[in-house]
């Protein structure tokens, strides 16, 4: 009876955001246009058929999944195409059409995806094997003659007149393998060196991999000009660093890596240094008028969003168009336009919730490579609407990042719908009740740590009887001096 109430209350959040969904796009092609095309109904019919495919899978092969994402994606999904569809209207493009059929391809690759992946532990078996394909990706807009530069950020690859931001699917891959590495080395990154201001810092040796990231991290900055993607790969790392090993020491670290990286690319690298001018002096004359690098664009925003107030202008009675980027990098800012600050929390409280149920699956799954997946691909989504909200707000400078499952664009919708198709698949594995029994595909791991647990417990017996055989030794009146060097080596 309790399965069945689950059941019914999973499909009537589902359908509640569907209601909510075909609502705003009926209020605002009728305000605009007086009707709603033919094509665009057509699109609308097929996305939400699509979403209930999605649920029925998940129900299917993942019964006991977290279904609390899946409306929220829906909502977040329907509130951006309703806005660069207003959009469209102004500025006579067809941009949010390409946007629906992305949404139809994120779709039913997540549907796949899910369908394939039984248990989401295979993907440790490659992590090498991940993280060349992530750094493959993350380097390939350097390619000459096959990466594209953009708003001057070389971070696109190009096919004909289309171009695909290969980044967005390397954060996935070096998720994969950030959080198999940090699995299998946790316990000696876990050993404290100095305590130094109340931290226990890291020891030297073991700093190794911030340092290569970090590294990777700056070079992505210096040669493809992209702040943002350097900073989330590097905020990554250090947050599944923390909690593969529970050391506050290495936020200390991080947060000097990141500040001295921060420092350095201002003074370094002129793109860096317009922005910081930007969110420091956005209203002084000489830098809303510069070009390249001015404020115009976060001023436009800013109005934007003042126009709109506590309720906004209404769905179709605004003037978002007015800023540049408005459906992609300000879509934060038409949204509070029209919804005003109003429809911005309730955007806010959508991430939270997709946040929170991310969190409370790494908190609860047993598996330590999947409690760092689960936390790493979760902070990953919340860096990035971080990062862009305060951005946009002038919390912090702009990094060029882009707003989950609302901005247009296909590579970033895609990435983060496969993202939270791989919460979703950890989270069934979280909440699953321990009396089912194991995967046949993953016996032999469970064979392989008993067999661990059982050496484990042999060499602790033979130290313990080689102790009890040195104490019997009590006759020897005096001390070898290369026995002792030998105990204290051991």
């Known amino acids: 009876m309790n399965l069945i109430a689950t059941r019914i209350r999973q499909i009537a959040l589902l359908l509640f955001a569907t209601l909510l969904s075909g609502m705003a796009f009926l209020q605002m092609f009728f305000r605009i246009d ?72 994120a779709l039913i690759l997540s549907i796949i995806f899910v369908i394939i992946l039984n248990d989401y532990r295979i993907l440790r078996r490659f ?3 991940s993280m060349v394909i992530g750094l493959v990706l993350l380097l390939s807009p350097m390619i000459p003659g096959f990466g594209k530069e953009i708003g001057g950020a070389r971070i696109w690859v190009g096919f004909g007149s289309h171009t695909v931001q290969p980044g967005e699917f390397a954060k996935l891959f070096l998720a994969f393998f950030f959080a198999a590495y940090l699995f299998n080395h946790r316990d000696r990154l876990a050993v404290g060196g100095n305590k130094v201001l109340g931290f226990h810092l890291p020891r030297l040796r073991d700093t190794g991999p911030i340092a290569l990231v ?10 493809q000009h992209d702040l943002g993607t350097s900073l989330m790969f590097f905020a990554m790392f250090v947050s599944m660093l923390y909690v593969a090993t529970g050391r ?88 509070g336009e029209e919804l005003g600050l109003t429809g911005l929390l309730a955007v806010l409280v959508l991430y939270l919730i997709i946040i929170t149920s991310g969190m409370i699956t790494a908190m609860k799954i047993k598996d330590g490579f999947g409690k760092l997946l689960a936390s790493g691909l979760v902070f990953t989504m919340a860096f990035q609407v971080f990062t862009v909200v305060g951005g946009i707000t002038l919390v912090i400078p702009l990094t060029g990042l882009t707003l989950p499952y609302m901005a ?83």
């Open 214 to 223: 970090w590294a990777v991290s700056m070079g992505v900055l210096v040669v």
């Open 248 to 335: 506050r020491g290495w936020l200390a670290v991080g947060g000097i890596a990141f500040v001295v990286g921060c420092l350095v690319a201002v003074k370094l690298f002129a793109h860096v240094q317009y922005r910081v001018d930007a969110w420091l002096h956005p209203f002084d004359n000489a830098i809303y008028n510069r070009f390249p690098g001015g404020s115009a664009q976060i001023v436009s925003g800013l109005f934007g969003l003042a126009a709109g107030g506590t309720i906004g202008t209404g769905l179709g009675q605004g003037h978002p168009s007015l800023t540049p980027l408005a459906n992609s990098d300000f879509i934060y800012a038409s949204i």
């Open 127 to 129: 992590s090498y094997v």
């Open 34 to 105: 007086g009707y709603v095309s033919a094509s665009y109904t057509a699109m609308l019919l097929i996305v939400m058929a699509l979403f209930l495919v999605f649920w029925g899978v998940l129900l299917v092969k993942q019964p006991y999944a977290s279904q609390a994402i899946l409306p929220c994606i829906m909502l977040l999904t329907a509130i951006g195409t309703v806005l660069i569809a207003r959009i469209d209207r102004q500025n006579n493009t067809h941009v949010a059409m390409k946007q629906m059929v992305w949404v139809c391809i």
């Open 408 to 490: 247009a664009g296909g590579s970033s919708l895609v990435a983060n719908y496969l993202l939270a198709a791989l919460l979703i698949v950890i989270s069934h594995a979280a909440n699953k009740p321990e009396s089912l029994p194991v995967s046949d595909t993953f016996q032999y791991e469970a064979l392989a740590a008993l067999r661990e647990r059982e050496l484990q417990e042999r060499a602790r017996t033979a130290s313990v009887d080689n102790n009890i055989e040195k104490d019997s030794i009590v006759s020897v009146p005096t001390v070898n001096p290369l026995v002792n060097r030998g105990d204290s080596d051991e």
